[in-house]
């Protein structure tokens, strides 16, 4: 089976952009998670979805939304970028919503914003 | 507040030797603890999980974590080091209020032959 995949891989953008970010978590995963990770520190979870329906939200400002899919898969949607969203944003699935469980991460996608 | 902490940026250990990568924490109600691990350029590869039950914790790859409620940590552990164990580990803990995962900066470990 194929583990969660997540598009593109790199990308760069300029100030100012929009970026959209995609996720497949593995297949009967119905739980999506999106995590910002800045070189040199741990990952900070921006979004939770679950069956569809938003279950969590960190500390991002309005710019950052998601959506979850009917086949559970997610976007993350960045608007307005700014040089301090450079990051690489990775995508977690699991099973169930509670996070008790392994998370499942992708490889993630490289964010560089000049 | 809630929070993890992993007190050294970098750990070295000789190759055969026994590591320890220290992982402390602080929540509200009982701890749901993990650890990950990250090579370069790539996701993160969970390893193990303390929920409840026996305080020491056996993981994937030879790795073993030890549950501290007096001392609050749950340090990553592991008898015999290899090169290929060389890589970056994230200690996280389940916040009690919210149940999202609250990650630690992360320890470099490297292993010299």
């Known amino acids: 089976d194929a583990g969660v995949t997540q598009s593109p891989t790199h990308l760069i953008k300029t100030r100012g952009q929009h970026v959209t970010l995609r996720c497949s978590p593995i297949?009967?995963?119905?739980?999506v998670s999106w995590y910002q990770q800045v070189l040199g520190q741990g990952p900070q979870f921006i979004f939770q979805?679950?069956?569809?329906?938003?279950?969590g939200r960190g500390n991002f400002p309005d710019r950052f939304s998601a959506r979850q899919f009917p086949n559970y898969s997610s976007e993350l949607n960045v608007n307005a970028l700014l040089l301090g969203d450079s990051a690489l944003y990775l995508c977690?699935?699991?099973?169930?919503?509670?996070?008790?469980?392994?998370?499942?991460f992708g490889e993630g996608s490289r964010l560089t914003v000049l | 507040a809630q929070s993890v902490a992993q007190p050294e940026d970098q750990v070295n250990v000789a190759e055969g030797n026994p590591l320890t990568v220290k992982c402390t924490y602080s929540?509200?109600?009982?701890?749901?603890l993990f650890w990950y691990v990250q090579y370069p350029n790539r996701g993160l590869q969970f390893l193990l999980k303390?929920?409840?039950?026996d305080n020491l914790v056996k993981g994937s790859y030879g790795f073993e974590a030890e549950f501290n409620k007096s001392q609050t940590s749950f340090h990553l552990k592991k008898p015999s080091a290899l090169v290929s164990d060389s890589a970056l580990y994230f200690c996280?803990?389940?916040?009690?209020?919210?149940?999202?995962?609250?990650w630690g900066a992360g320890t470099k470990l490297i292993i010299k032959p």
């Open positions: 996280a803990v389940r916040d009690g209020v919210n149940y999202q995962l609250i």
């Open positions: 929540v509200s109600g009982n701890p749901y």
């Open positions: 303390y929920i409840t039950g």
């Open positions: 297949s009967g995963h119905k739980s």
């Open positions: 979805y679950y069956e569809k329906e938003e279950r």
């Open positions: 977690a699935s699991s099973s169930r919503d509670t996070n008790t469980g392994e998370l499942f």
